[in-house]
Protein backbone atom coordinates (compact mmCIF):
# COMPACT_ATOMS: atom_id res chain seq x y z
CA UNK A 1 0.00 0.00 0.00
CA UNK A 2 1.49 3.77 -0.63
CA UNK A 3 2.22 5.44 2.40
CA UNK A 4 0.29 8.21 1.40
CA UNK A 5 -2.82 6.34 0.95
CA UNK A 6 -2.24 4.34 4.39
CA UNK A 7 -2.35 7.57 5.94
CA UNK A 8 -5.73 8.77 4.39
CA UNK A 9 -6.81 5.07 5.37
CA UNK A 10 -5.58 5.72 9.04
CA UNK A 11 -7.16 9.33 9.21
CA UNK A 12 -10.38 8.23 8.09
CA UNK A 13 -10.73 5.38 10.11
CA UNK A 14 -9.63 6.37 13.19
CA UNK A 15 -12.34 8.17 14.34
CA UNK A 16 -14.89 5.37 13.38
CA UNK A 17 -12.48 2.98 15.81
CA UNK A 18 -12.34 5.43 18.48
CA UNK A 19 -16.23 6.06 18.00
CA UNK A 20 -16.73 2.12 18.68
CA UNK A 21 -14.11 2.16 21.55
CA UNK A 22 -16.15 4.72 23.45
CA UNK A 23 -19.22 2.58 22.75
CA UNK A 24 -17.74 -0.48 24.62
CA UNK A 25 -15.48 1.13 26.79
CA UNK A 26 -17.99 0.23 29.94
CA UNK A 27 -16.95 -3.06 29.57
CA UNK A 28 -12.95 -1.87 29.91
CA UNK A 29 -11.91 -0.52 32.43
CA UNK A 30 -8.87 0.67 30.84
CA UNK A 31 -10.60 2.19 27.63
CA UNK A 32 -13.25 3.47 30.33
CA UNK A 33 -10.36 5.08 32.29
CA UNK A 34 -8.96 6.49 28.97
CA UNK A 35 -12.32 8.47 28.24
CA UNK A 36 -12.85 9.25 31.52
CA UNK A 37 -9.58 11.64 32.09
CA UNK A 38 -9.48 13.26 28.93
CA UNK A 39 -13.65 14.94 29.35
CA UNK A 40 -13.22 18.49 29.49
CA UNK A 41 -9.53 18.71 29.31
CA UNK A 42 -9.43 21.47 26.83
CA UNK A 43 -11.58 23.61 28.96
CA UNK A 44 -9.05 23.24 31.49
CA UNK A 45 -6.11 23.34 29.58
CA UNK A 46 -7.33 26.73 27.85
CA UNK A 47 -7.89 27.63 31.62
CA UNK A 48 -3.91 26.96 32.35
CA UNK A 49 -2.77 28.56 29.04
CA UNK A 50 -4.86 31.92 29.67
CA UNK A 51 -3.08 32.04 32.91
CA UNK A 52 0.60 32.02 31.05
CA UNK A 53 3.29 34.82 31.56
CA UNK A 54 4.46 35.52 27.88
CA UNK A 55 7.36 33.67 26.74
CA UNK A 56 9.42 34.18 23.22
CA UNK A 57 9.81 29.56 23.57
CA UNK A 58 7.62 27.20 23.62
CA UNK A 59 8.67 23.87 24.09
CA UNK A 60 6.57 20.77 23.96
CA UNK A 61 7.08 17.02 25.12
CA UNK A 62 5.50 13.83 24.56
CA UNK A 63 6.13 10.53 26.14
CA UNK A 64 4.02 7.63 26.34
CA UNK A 65 4.40 6.67 29.67
CA UNK A 66 6.77 7.53 32.79
CA UNK A 67 9.64 5.28 31.61
CA UNK A 68 10.17 7.70 28.21
CA UNK A 69 9.21 11.18 30.04
CA UNK A 70 12.85 9.98 32.03
CA UNK A 71 14.84 10.28 29.10
CA UNK A 72 13.54 13.75 28.43
CA UNK A 73 14.03 14.59 32.10
CA UNK A 74 17.77 15.40 31.81
CA UNK A 75 17.10 17.65 28.38
CA UNK A 76 14.57 20.02 30.02
CA UNK A 77 16.71 19.96 32.90
CA UNK A 78 19.58 21.19 30.75
CA UNK A 79 17.43 23.55 29.06
CA UNK A 80 16.00 25.06 31.79
CA UNK A 81 18.97 25.70 33.39
CA UNK A 82 19.94 28.07 30.92
CA UNK A 83 16.82 29.42 30.05
CA UNK A 84 14.47 29.42 32.49
CA UNK A 85 12.01 31.39 30.60
CA UNK A 86 11.02 28.60 28.15
CA UNK A 87 7.56 27.37 28.66
CA UNK A 88 7.40 23.53 29.14
CA UNK A 89 4.14 21.35 27.70
CA UNK A 90 4.15 17.75 28.85
CA UNK A 91 1.57 15.22 27.46
CA UNK A 92 1.32 11.33 28.27
CA UNK A 93 -0.27 8.76 26.34
CA UNK A 94 -0.60 6.89 29.58
CA UNK A 95 -2.95 7.38 32.90
CA UNK A 96 0.07 6.06 34.90
CA UNK A 97 2.70 8.01 33.36
CA UNK A 98 0.43 11.40 34.16
CA UNK A 99 -0.09 10.56 37.88
CA UNK A 100 3.56 10.22 38.49
CA UNK A 101 4.56 13.48 36.64
CA UNK A 102 1.27 15.47 36.93
CA UNK A 103 3.25 17.50 39.38
CA UNK A 104 6.75 18.03 37.47
CA UNK A 105 7.61 21.55 38.70
CA UNK A 106 9.48 22.69 35.47
CA UNK A 107 6.42 21.99 33.06
CA UNK A 108 3.62 25.05 32.95
CA UNK A 109 1.02 22.34 32.23
CA UNK A 110 1.07 18.31 32.05
CA UNK A 111 -2.03 16.98 30.20
CA UNK A 112 -3.09 13.86 28.50
CA UNK A 113 -2.25 13.50 24.70
CA UNK A 114 -6.19 13.52 23.21
CA UNK A 115 -7.39 10.92 21.45
CA UNK A 116 -5.49 11.20 17.82
CA UNK A 117 -8.04 13.27 15.74
CA UNK A 118 -7.33 15.93 13.03
CA UNK A 119 -9.75 18.02 15.22
CA UNK A 120 -8.44 17.62 18.28
CA UNK A 121 -4.53 18.10 16.87
CA UNK A 122 -5.80 21.29 15.08
CA UNK A 123 -7.09 22.08 18.74
CA UNK A 124 -4.33 21.10 20.45
CA UNK A 125 -1.52 22.94 18.69
CA UNK A 126 -4.08 26.11 18.35
CA UNK A 127 -3.64 26.63 22.34
CA UNK A 128 0.12 25.51 22.94
CA UNK A 129 1.58 26.98 19.74
CA UNK A 130 4.67 24.97 20.66
CA UNK A 131 8.26 25.88 18.42
CA UNK A 132 9.94 22.61 18.98
CA UNK A 133 7.95 19.27 19.27
CA UNK A 134 10.29 16.67 21.17
CA UNK A 135 9.08 12.96 21.04
CA UNK A 136 10.47 10.68 23.24
CA UNK A 137 11.71 6.92 22.05
CA UNK A 138 8.32 5.99 19.97
CA UNK A 139 4.10 6.64 20.74
CA UNK A 140 3.67 8.24 16.91
CA UNK A 141 0.24 9.61 16.45
CA UNK A 142 0.26 10.81 12.87
CA UNK A 143 -2.70 13.32 13.03
CA UNK A 144 -1.09 15.21 15.82
CA UNK A 145 2.27 15.22 13.94
CA UNK A 146 0.98 16.22 10.72
CA UNK A 147 -0.83 19.42 11.94
CA UNK A 148 2.34 20.31 14.29
CA UNK A 149 4.32 19.84 10.44
CA UNK A 150 1.49 22.60 9.00
CA UNK A 151 2.03 24.60 11.73
CA UNK A 152 5.54 25.09 10.84
CA UNK A 153 6.75 23.17 14.50
CA UNK A 154 10.07 21.71 14.61
CA UNK A 155 9.75 17.99 15.08
CA UNK A 156 12.53 16.21 17.76
CA UNK A 157 12.61 12.35 17.52
CA UNK A 158 14.80 11.33 20.36
CA UNK A 159 15.93 8.13 22.04
CA UNK A 160 15.02 6.34 19.30
CA UNK A 161 15.30 2.72 19.05
CA UNK A 162 14.21 0.07 16.11
CA UNK A 163 14.21 -3.55 18.21
CA UNK A 164 13.94 -6.50 16.37
CA UNK A 165 10.66 -7.73 15.53
CA UNK A 166 9.20 -4.39 16.37
CA UNK A 167 6.18 -3.37 13.67
CA UNK A 168 8.26 -0.61 12.02
CA UNK A 169 9.78 -3.72 10.03
CA UNK A 170 6.47 -5.31 8.97
CA UNK A 171 6.43 -5.28 4.97
CA UNK A 172 2.38 -3.48 5.19
CA UNK A 173 3.61 -1.03 7.93
CA UNK A 174 7.21 -0.36 6.87
CA UNK A 175 6.09 2.57 4.44
CA UNK A 176 3.37 4.05 6.69
CA UNK A 177 6.08 4.40 9.73
CA UNK A 178 9.24 6.14 6.38
CA UNK A 179 6.52 8.88 5.89
CA UNK A 180 6.31 9.44 9.40
CA UNK A 181 9.77 9.30 10.44
CA UNK A 182 10.61 11.58 7.43
CA UNK A 183 8.35 14.10 9.02
CA UNK A 184 10.59 14.51 11.59
CA UNK A 185 13.17 17.48 11.38
CA UNK A 186 16.10 15.59 13.18
CA UNK A 187 16.12 12.13 14.63
CA UNK A 188 18.76 11.08 17.41
CA UNK A 189 18.89 7.38 18.21
CA UNK A 190 20.69 5.45 20.96
CA UNK A 191 22.79 3.68 19.06
CA UNK A 192 24.98 3.56 15.76
CA UNK A 193 23.19 0.19 15.40
CA UNK A 194 19.77 2.38 15.39
CA UNK A 195 21.38 5.37 13.17
CA UNK A 196 22.58 2.77 10.21
CA UNK A 197 18.86 1.19 10.54
CA UNK A 198 17.11 4.80 10.09
CA UNK A 199 18.93 5.81 7.35
CA UNK A 200 19.91 1.83 5.14
CA UNK A 201 16.05 1.00 6.08
CA UNK A 202 13.80 4.21 6.06
CA UNK A 203 16.05 6.39 4.01
CA UNK A 204 16.07 8.97 6.63
CA UNK A 205 19.58 10.45 6.41
CA UNK A 206 19.13 12.99 9.25
CA UNK A 207 18.74 10.22 11.80
CA UNK A 208 22.27 10.77 14.15
CA UNK A 209 23.59 8.82 17.10
CA UNK A 210 23.23 10.84 20.37
CA UNK A 211 23.00 8.12 22.85
CA UNK A 212 20.41 6.71 25.38
CA UNK A 213 19.56 9.80 27.71
CA UNK A 214 18.06 7.15 30.30
CA UNK A 215 22.29 6.98 31.19
CA UNK A 216 22.02 11.17 32.14
CA UNK A 217 18.82 10.60 34.48
CA UNK A 218 19.92 7.67 36.30
CA UNK A 219 23.28 8.91 37.17
CA UNK A 220 21.74 12.63 37.86
CA UNK A 221 19.16 11.41 40.13
CA UNK A 222 21.57 8.64 41.87
CA UNK A 223 22.99 11.62 43.56
CA UNK A 224 19.82 11.97 45.73
CA UNK A 225 19.13 9.25 48.74
CA UNK A 226 17.02 11.71 50.82
CA UNK A 227 14.12 9.64 50.56
CA UNK A 228 16.08 6.92 52.18
CA UNK A 229 17.93 8.02 54.86
CA UNK A 230 16.37 6.91 57.64
CA UNK A 231 16.77 3.42 56.45
CA UNK A 232 21.25 3.78 56.01
CA UNK A 233 21.17 3.44 59.94
CA UNK A 234 19.45 0.31 59.59
CA UNK A 235 21.37 -1.68 56.48
CA UNK A 236 25.08 0.32 57.75
CA UNK A 237 27.52 -2.08 57.57
CA UNK A 238 25.64 -5.05 56.06
CA UNK A 239 25.35 -7.07 52.59
CA UNK A 240 21.47 -5.77 51.42
CA UNK A 241 19.77 -7.37 48.43
CA UNK A 242 17.04 -4.91 47.01
CA UNK A 243 14.62 -6.51 45.30
CA UNK A 244 13.03 -4.27 42.81
CA UNK A 245 10.07 -4.18 40.63
CA UNK A 246 9.34 -7.53 41.66
CA UNK A 247 6.09 -9.87 40.23
CA UNK A 248 4.71 -12.90 41.78
CA UNK A 249 6.97 -14.72 39.34
CA UNK A 250 9.55 -13.28 40.51
CA UNK A 251 8.60 -13.42 44.33
CA UNK A 252 8.55 -16.98 43.54
CA UNK A 253 11.78 -17.78 42.86
CA UNK A 254 13.17 -15.21 44.54
CA UNK A 255 12.23 -16.50 47.98
CA UNK A 256 12.81 -19.76 47.60
CA UNK A 257 16.27 -18.94 46.59
CA UNK A 258 17.12 -16.56 49.54
CA UNK A 259 15.93 -19.06 52.17
CA UNK A 260 18.07 -21.92 50.82
CA UNK A 261 21.24 -19.77 51.58
CA UNK A 262 23.27 -20.37 54.72
CA UNK A 263 24.00 -16.79 54.48
CA UNK A 264 21.73 -14.32 53.54
CA UNK A 265 21.93 -10.68 53.08
CA UNK A 266 19.18 -8.53 54.29
CA UNK A 267 16.22 -8.35 51.97
CA UNK A 268 14.48 -5.58 50.89
CA UNK A 269 11.46 -6.19 49.03
CA UNK A 270 10.09 -4.07 46.44
CA UNK A 271 6.74 -5.49 44.94
CA UNK A 272 5.99 -3.95 40.98
CA UNK A 273 2.84 -2.88 42.56
CA UNK A 274 1.52 -1.81 45.71
CA UNK A 275 -2.16 -1.90 45.76
CA UNK A 276 -4.35 -3.44 48.18
CA UNK A 277 -5.14 -6.73 46.41
CA UNK A 278 -1.37 -7.04 45.92
CA UNK A 279 0.35 -6.44 48.92
CA UNK A 280 -2.22 -8.64 50.64
CA UNK A 281 -1.51 -11.48 48.26
CA UNK A 282 2.02 -10.93 49.01
CA UNK A 283 1.97 -10.98 52.78
CA UNK A 284 -0.18 -14.19 51.95
CA UNK A 285 2.74 -15.77 50.45
CA UNK A 286 5.26 -14.61 53.04
CA UNK A 287 3.07 -15.88 55.96
CA UNK A 288 2.98 -18.96 53.86
CA UNK A 289 6.83 -19.64 53.48
CA UNK A 290 6.97 -18.86 57.23
CA UNK A 291 8.85 -15.52 56.86
CA UNK A 292 9.02 -12.91 59.17
CA UNK A 293 8.55 -9.44 57.76
CA UNK A 294 7.84 -5.69 58.53
CA UNK A 295 5.88 -3.25 55.88
CA UNK A 296 8.25 0.24 55.39
CA UNK A 297 5.02 2.45 56.38
CA UNK A 298 4.48 0.91 59.68
CA UNK A 299 8.44 0.67 59.89
CA UNK A 300 9.95 0.71 64.11
CA UNK A 301 12.72 0.42 66.25
CA UNK A 302 12.01 -2.96 66.16
CA UNK A 303 12.83 -3.94 62.76
CA UNK A 304 15.48 -6.55 62.57
CA UNK A 305 17.04 -7.16 59.18
CA UNK A 306 19.14 -10.11 60.32
CA UNK A 307 15.66 -12.13 60.55
CA UNK A 308 12.92 -9.76 59.08
CA UNK A 309 11.95 -8.99 55.10
CA UNK A 310 11.29 -5.00 55.32
CA UNK A 311 8.53 -4.76 52.44
CA UNK A 312 8.02 -1.66 50.75
CA UNK A 313 4.59 -0.75 50.25
CA UNK A 314 4.92 2.63 49.02
CA UNK A 315 5.78 4.24 45.81
CA UNK A 316 8.32 7.42 44.75
CA UNK A 317 11.68 5.94 45.87
CA UNK A 318 12.98 2.35 44.23
CA UNK A 319 15.99 4.28 42.78
CA UNK A 320 17.27 6.00 45.84
CA UNK A 321 16.68 2.30 47.71
CA UNK A 322 19.29 1.14 45.40
CA UNK A 323 22.10 2.91 47.11
CA UNK A 324 21.45 0.50 49.76
CA UNK A 325 22.10 -1.96 48.13
CA UNK A 326 25.32 -4.71 47.65
CA UNK A 327 23.12 -6.61 44.99
CA UNK A 328 20.10 -5.96 43.27
CA UNK A 329 17.34 -7.91 42.02
CA UNK A 330 14.96 -6.64 39.13
CA UNK A 331 11.85 -7.73 38.15
CA UNK A 332 10.30 -8.49 35.14
CA UNK A 333 12.26 -11.00 33.51
CA UNK A 334 9.97 -13.67 33.67
CA UNK A 335 7.28 -11.61 32.23
CA UNK A 336 7.20 -9.47 29.80
CA UNK A 337 10.69 -7.72 29.92
CA UNK A 338 12.74 -6.66 32.41
CA UNK A 339 12.58 -3.36 34.31
CA UNK A 340 14.91 -0.44 34.47
CA UNK A 341 18.50 -2.28 35.14
CA UNK A 342 20.19 0.89 35.51
CA UNK A 343 18.95 2.44 38.25
CA UNK A 344 20.84 -0.28 40.09
CA UNK A 345 23.68 -0.56 38.04
CA UNK A 346 24.90 3.26 38.78
CA UNK A 347 25.43 2.47 42.36
CA UNK A 348 28.20 0.07 41.62
CA UNK A 349 26.52 -3.37 41.95
CA UNK A 350 25.83 -6.57 39.99
CA UNK A 351 22.03 -6.74 38.80
CA UNK A 352 20.37 -10.22 38.54
CA UNK A 353 16.84 -10.80 36.67
CA UNK A 354 15.36 -13.40 34.03
CA UNK A 355 15.90 -14.26 30.80
CA UNK A 356 13.44 -11.20 29.28
CA UNK A 357 15.36 -8.51 28.71
CA UNK A 358 15.92 -8.60 24.83
CA UNK A 359 13.83 -5.31 24.42
CA UNK A 360 16.39 -3.23 26.22
CA UNK A 361 19.35 -2.66 24.47
CA UNK A 362 21.07 -1.02 27.54
CA UNK A 363 20.29 -4.21 29.33
CA UNK A 364 22.47 -6.04 26.69
CA UNK A 365 24.93 -3.65 27.08
CA UNK A 366 25.46 -4.34 30.87
CA UNK A 367 25.49 -7.86 30.57
CA UNK A 368 28.50 -7.55 28.04
CA UNK A 369 30.28 -5.60 30.30
CA UNK A 370 29.94 -8.41 33.27
CA UNK A 371 27.88 -6.05 35.46
CA UNK A 372 25.17 -8.20 35.24
CA UNK A 373 24.07 -11.63 35.45
CA UNK A 374 21.03 -13.39 33.83
CA UNK A 375 19.33 -15.99 35.77
CA UNK A 376 17.04 -18.62 34.31
CA UNK A 377 15.73 -20.88 37.40
CA UNK A 378 15.56 -20.97 40.98
CA UNK A 379 18.97 -23.02 41.16
CA UNK A 380 20.96 -20.52 39.33
CA UNK A 381 19.72 -17.49 41.39
CA UNK A 382 20.68 -19.15 44.23
CA UNK A 383 24.15 -20.15 43.11
CA UNK A 384 24.55 -16.35 41.95
CA UNK A 385 23.36 -15.08 45.34
CA UNK A 386 25.67 -17.40 47.26
CA UNK A 387 28.28 -16.07 45.01
CA UNK A 388 28.04 -12.81 45.60
CA UNK A 389 26.99 -12.49 48.93
CA UNK A 390 30.05 -14.65 50.16
CA UNK A 391 32.86 -13.23 47.90
CA UNK A 392 33.41 -9.57 48.74
CA UNK A 393 36.11 -9.51 45.58
CA UNK A 394 33.82 -11.04 42.75
CA UNK A 395 30.63 -8.58 44.07
CA UNK A 396 32.71 -5.27 43.85
CA UNK A 397 34.47 -6.46 40.73
CA UNK A 398 30.77 -6.57 38.93
CA UNK A 399 29.54 -3.78 41.01
CA UNK A 400 32.53 -1.99 39.43
CA UNK A 401 31.60 -3.04 36.02
CA UNK A 402 28.22 -1.70 36.19
CA UNK A 403 28.88 1.54 37.52
CA UNK A 404 31.31 2.45 34.27
CA UNK A 405 29.21 1.03 31.68
CA UNK A 406 26.46 3.69 32.94
CA UNK A 407 29.19 6.56 33.27
CA UNK A 408 30.71 5.35 30.17
CA UNK A 409 27.27 5.56 28.35
CA UNK A 410 26.32 9.09 29.90
CA UNK A 411 26.30 12.38 27.52
CA UNK A 412 23.72 11.39 25.12
CA UNK A 413 21.55 14.56 26.19
CA UNK A 414 24.55 17.12 25.11
CA UNK A 415 23.24 16.76 21.17
CA UNK A 416 19.66 17.13 21.75
CA UNK A 417 19.79 19.82 24.11
CA UNK A 418 22.42 22.05 22.08
CA UNK A 419 20.19 21.69 18.88
CA UNK A 420 17.00 22.71 20.88
CA UNK A 421 19.11 25.73 21.97
CA UNK A 422 20.17 26.55 18.65
CA UNK A 423 16.64 26.66 17.45
CA UNK A 424 15.97 29.11 21.04
CA UNK A 425 18.82 31.16 19.80
CA UNK A 426 18.19 31.69 16.31
CA UNK A 427 14.24 33.34 17.50
CA UNK A 428 16.02 35.81 20.02
CA UNK A 429 17.99 37.03 17.77
CA UNK A 430 15.01 37.00 14.76
CA UNK A 431 12.95 39.14 17.42
Known sequence: MNPCSSLSCYTRLFPVLLGAARFFSFLHPKLRTFFSVRRG???????????????????????????????????????????????????????????????????????????????????????????????MRYDFWPNHLLEAKKCGVTLILAAAALQQGSPYFNPMLKGFYRTLFHLFNHIYTVSAKDTDAFRQLFNCQHAETAGDPRFDQVFLRSRNSAKVAHLKPVFENRTVLVAGSVWDKDEVLLLAAWKELDERPALVLVPHEVNPENMA????????????????????????????????????????????????????????????????????????????????????GLIASGG?????????????????????????????????????????ISAIAERIEGYYTSKMISH
Request: proline share 6%; no cysteine; charged share 20%.
Open 372 to 412: AIVINDQKELAAALKTLTADTKQREKRGKAAETFVKQNTGG
Open 41 to 135: QFKELEQIIHKLPSSPFRLWVHAASVGEFEQARPIVAALKEKHPDILLFVSFLSDSGYNARKNFQDASAVFYLPPDTRNNAKRLLSLIKPDIFLL
Open 281 to 364: RLYGDLQLHSLDFLPVSTLNATFDPERQILVIDQTGYLAELYSLASIAYVGGGFGVNVHNTLEPAVHGIPVLFGPRYHNSPETE
